[in-house]
């Protein structure tokens, strides 16, 4: 997995892209949220769902299907955050799948069960240039955890901060 800090990334990238007039600071608090929900499956671990199991880590709270699941929830909640409920939709979309691609760019684990719950075969993408992180937090402020956090910087951090600073190129243009 990425650290939870990277996933952050995404949806505030979105944000600087969109602009606040399409994506409110409420709709932003949602996509963090979504951002970074689906490592709630990481409980599971001290309840003793296996890491392999569909409900496992990386396993249905990552999938594309939870994604679009979340989204459309969340684009339920759009009117009391003052944004558009389809702006909604696909911001917290964006946000929840990033969640799972990301992490199937790691190097480490067991995959991603991108289709849960149709499927519980687990995937990586091609290119596995992330770092995998530790999923004791304590090890983050380590020599490997600055080594996982270089990577994502490297991998997730200047991709979003490239699409931010274009977003907000292409608003300024507009304007």
């Known amino acids: 997995m990425a ?12 944000t600087a ?3 606040t007039d399409s994506v409110p600071p409420g709709l932003m608090a949602l996509a963090l949220v979504c951002a970074v ?6 409980l599971g671990l001290w309840l003793g769902i296996p890491y392999e199991h569909p409900f496992g880590h990386r396993g249905f709270t990552h999938s594309l299907p939870f994604a679009v699941a979340l989204a459309g929830a969340g684009a339920l909640l759009a009117p009391s955050v003052g944004a558009d409920a389809s702006i909604a939709f696909w911001v ?3 946000s929840a799948a990033s969640h799972g691609l990301i992490d199937a760019l790691t190097n480490g684990g067991l995959g991603i069960a991108l289709f849960s719950p149709f499927s519980s075969r687990r995937y990586f993408l091609p290119w596995r240039v992330i770092e995998v992180s530790p999923l004791r ?14 990577s994502e910087m490297r991998w997730v951090w200047a991709p979003c901060l490239v699409l931010a600073l274009a977003g907000l190129a292409l608003r300024g243009l507009a304007d």
């Open 3 to 14: 650290t939870p800090l990277s996933h952050l990334a995404v949806p505030l990238a979105l």
């Open 37 to 42: 929900l689906p490592d709630i499956d990481a």
């Open 137 to 150: 937090p304590a090890v983050l402020f380590s020599r490997r955890g600055l080594h996982v956090l270089r």
């Open 92 to 94: 917290l979309l964006a």
């Open 17 to 19: 892209a969109l602009g």
